[in-house]
């Protein structure tokens, strides 16, 4: 961080000439990363300039230097964001692969591209977007049973938008999404969101490629191949200042575009 982070500790029972060790961890412990390894115990707040990367599962530990019985560690991983995150998704095949060095696994961590996770509705229920956070989506076959739902909790605002980026690997098939168990969902809705911008994705199959409704407001839409929907390619329902740039709707039963409310 530019300006310097203030790691705070409070200690009792210990003489002010002790010092202490510090360490960060990116992934919710499971490595760590030494900040500091003799510091004064009566010295805080330590005054920490990383140079880390983004996390959502940040760690860090305080230890007495010379002592094994005496440490301590955040109870709950912390987010630590000196910019915006960005979640990886892949899915099995590697083939084509433009974001991403490494397969989708629900064991993965998400948001580093050589741990990318196997679908977007597993980045948003692990984690809350905030504004500026991007996902990104790698060349391959998704299926979904329930299309991806993004809510006003996962929103950008006018100076930071969230966004949803397939692949642009259009060669090798870029990113599709298809449904299982039925064609009754939208492959996106995006209720009551806003500054949510949904780009380079092929959808196929679903009731709605697109649903923008209760009050969605300022997001866009583009680079999209809307194919096979049951009902309207895009759907507007109670939403306001919806853009889509290059979207296409082929081969649907439904019309391309409505708009209720809207």
Known sequence: ??????????????????????????DNGLTWRTVTDAYSIDGAPFLWYSLEDPSPEALWRIGLVGSTNWWDVTPIPFIFRPRALVYYVNDGNPAGDVYTFGLGAATNRGYTADSPLPSIE???????????????????????????????????????????????????GGSTLVPTGGTNVAAFTLYGARYVDVSNFRLAGFSNGL???????????????????????????????IRLDRVLVRESIGP???????
């Open 1 to 26: 961080s530019f300006n310097g982070i203030e790691l705070h500790w409070l200690y009792r029972g210990l003489s002010p000439t002790n010092r202490v060790w510090i360490e960060y961890s990116p």
């Open 122 to 172: 597993a980045v948003l229920n692990r984690f809350v977007l905030a504004p500026g956070d991007e996902v990104r989506v790698d060349t391959g076959l998704y299926a979904s049973s329930n299309g991806v739902v993004v809510t006003v909790l996962n929103s950008g605002n006018a100076t930071n938008r969230v966004s949803f980026r397939g692949s642009t690997n259009w060669g090798a």
């Open 211 to 241: 649903a923008f409704v209760e009050a969605a407001t300022r997001c866009t839409a583009s680079d999209l191949d809307i194919q096979g929907s049951v009902a309207a390619g895009v759907q507007m329902a109670r939403a306001s200042i």
């Open 256 to 262: 391309a575009v409505t708009a209720g409310q809207s």
